[in-house]
């Protein structure tokens, strides 16, 4: 979360420098436009600084605004006009709540005359210490509590990937565990053979593209973890495999979606199907092939698996949608298209829809 703020804080800021057209120039010259305020802890409260500036104009100057780019900062600053000379304060006030590692983050001071000035600050926040059911949130027969009972290893392109499922042991006796493969998407699964009362556990998961890679698309999985013999709780797996890069020769397929979002409008339940035309183009040197669909439940596709397209072409398919199959209200469903694309092997479309009755 802090990540994402601190991009589109760099993001704005490049943007209004390059394509702002005729900048401003501000009447405010500030002892200092950067702040760090070094480590810190998460829930260690509200961090403050403040930016001293002086009027060094020859003008009466006003701030109208000092405009923050999340709810997690805010900003006190003089109301009244200040004059040449004349010096001034913001105060600027972060809450850290939420969020972990470094951070960059600031605001805009705006004046009258429509002139900016940024102010960046930086932390290094150390995350604050979870309760017990924060960390394990999810309840197994009364005995044990585990993060999740669900992966998503998302993207893996020609290497291994790992993850784990931390647990806690909440009886007051010794639990044995043992792991039931259902269907395989993991190459490996290990766990501890017994677990202590209140002792902390780890269940490891391995997926080796490295021999597998051969194999890709879409693919789904679970797998049962016993407790004392006892089927307790079934894990599903998810993992997309796409080939690891270009092909040897240099060239690349580029796949170019006509648009990540399409409206299907309202529909009615009793009718039988609502056909949405759509394209996709191949922008690279490169034939473009389709690798895998993962199709929504109530929806079905006319692009299939190993359908191509050659360099500056396109292709046109029909993504159907069965209005019977869902309930009444709002129907947000994605389709996934894998292909050979190395730098974007997987291009998601959302259809929204309505349906009534």
């Known amino acids: 979360m802090a990540r994402i703020a601190s991009v589109a804080f760099v993001i704005f800021f490049l943007l209004s420098v390059c394509c702002g057209g005729q900048e401003k120039i501000s009447p405010f010259v500030f002892d200092s436009t950067e702040w760090d305020f070094g480590t810190a802890k998460e829930d260690g409260g509200e961090l403050v600084h403040e930016y001293h500036f002086t009027n060094s104009g020859h003008y009466d100057a006003v701030i109208v605004k000092v405009r923050s780019l999340c709810r997690c900062t805010r900003a006190e600053w003089p109301r009244s006009p200040i004059s040449p000379g004349e010096k001034g304060v913001i105060r600027v006030v972060f809450n850290p709540y939420g969020y972990q590692g470094k951070i960059c983050k600031g605001v805009t001071v705006i004046t009258d005359s429509g002139s900016e000035d940024r102010l960046v600050f930086y ?111 079934c894990v599903d797996t998810e993992i997309s495999v796409t080939e690891s890069g270009p092909s040897a020769d240099g060239r690349k397929a580029v796949l170019k979606t006509g648009g990540t979002y399409t409206n299907a409008g309202i529909l009615s339940a009793s009718s039988s199907e609502k056909v949405i035309k759509y394209k996709i183009g191949n922008q690279g040197d490169a034939v473009l092939f389709i690798r895998d669909i993962k199709c929504p439940a109530g929806f079905d596709v006319t692009l299939s698996p190993g359908m191509s397209v050659a360099p500056g072409e396109s292709l046109s398919f029909d993504i159907i949608l069965h209005p019977g199959q869902f309930e009444e209200g709002p129907v947000f469903e994605t389709l996934r298209i894998m292909s050979n694309d190395s730098s974007h092997p997987i291009k998601d479309i959302m259809v929204a829809a309505k349906i009534v009755r």
């Open 123 to 233: 932390a290094d926040l150390v995350p604050r210490k979870l309760s017990m059911e924060e960390e394990y949130p999810v309840v197994v027969d009364g005995l044990l509590r585990v993060d999740r009972t669900s992966f998503d290893f998302m993207l893996v392109q020609g290497e291994s990937k790992e993850m784990s499922m931390k647990f806690i042991n909440i009886s007051d006796r010794p639990l044995s565990l043992s792991v039931k493969p259902v269907s395989g998407t993991v190459s490996s699964i290990s766990c501890p053979d017994v677990i202590e009362p209140w002792q902390k556990g780890e269940l490891a998961m391995v997926f080796n593209a490295g021999t597998e890679i051969g194999d890709v698309g879409f693919r789904s999985g679970s797998f049962v973890i016993a407790v004392d013999g006892k089927d307790a709780v």
